[in-house]
C-alpha cells in the first residue's frame, strides 16, 4: 500500500532563518506531487505541484522554493522565512493520470515563525 | 474570478442528519470533491462526483448539480466522531483543483 510522510511534524523558526520541510511517498512510482499551504478560515493555497523529477511549478510567487531530487521526494525551502510564511504545510500525492486525481495527504507541518 | 462557498460552522446533533451546501464558480468543471479534516489533522478524501446526481457510500452522499454550481453533503446517523471540517473542492478546465475554505461541523450530544 502506499504511504506519505512528511516531517518535521512541529516547526517555531525566527524571521529570517532558513526552512526545508520534506516528503516522501512510498509503495507508488511516478507520482504527482504538491505542497499547499493551509491557513485559518481559508481554503488550501496550492504552492507548488510535479509531475516528474525535476520538473516544478509554481502557483503564487513568494519567497518559497520546491524540490524534487528524487521520484519520490518533494522538499519545500525557503532561505530566508517571513512572518506570513506561519501557517500549516501539506504534501499530497496523487497518481498521474487517473480519473478522479483524489489527493493522498502527509500529516502536515505546522510553521511558526516568531 | 474563481470561488467556493460553503457555509463557516454548522451545529447538529448526534443520531441526526446535516447537508453541508457547497456553491461554486470555476473556469470549467472536471470534478467536485469533498475530504473531511479533523483539527490538526490532514483531509482524508470523501467523496467525487463529476455527473449529476447521488453518491451514497455508508452514511455519507454527495450530490451534484452542474447547472447550477451546487452540491451537498449529506450525513446520516451522526456520530461524535464526524466532528471536523468538512472542505468542497473543484477541478476547473485547467484540471487544478479550488478549495473553499471549509465547514466546520460540530456534533452535540
Known sequence: SQTIHQWPATLVQPVGSPLSLECTVEGTSNPNLYWYRQAAGRGLQLLFYSVGIGQISSEVPQNLSASRPQDRQFILSSKKLLLSDSGFYLCAWSLPDTHTGELFFGEGSRLTVL | ?109
Open chain 2, 1 to 109: 474570478g474563481q470561488n467556493i462557498d460553503q457555509p463557516t460552522e454548522m451545529t447538529a446533533t448526534e443520531g441526526a442528519i446535516v447537508q453541508i451546501n457547497c456553491t461554486y464558480q470555476t473556469s470549467g468543471f472536471n470534478g467536485l470533491f469533498w475530504y473531511q479534516q479533523h483539527a490538526g489533522e490532514a483531509p482524508t478524501f470523501l467523496s467525487y462526483n463529476v455527473l449529476d446526481g447521488l453518491e451514497e457510500k455508508g452514511r455519507f452522499s454527495s450530490f451534484l448539480s452542474r447547472s447550477k454550481g451546487y452540491s451537498y453533503l449529506l450525513l446520516k446517523e451522526l456520530q461524535m466522531k464526524d466532528s471536523a471540517s468538512y472542505l468542497c473542492a473543484v477541478r476547473d478546465s485547467n484540471y487544478q483543483l479550488i478549495w473553499g475554505a471549509g465547514t466546520k461541523l460540530i456534533i452535540k450530544p
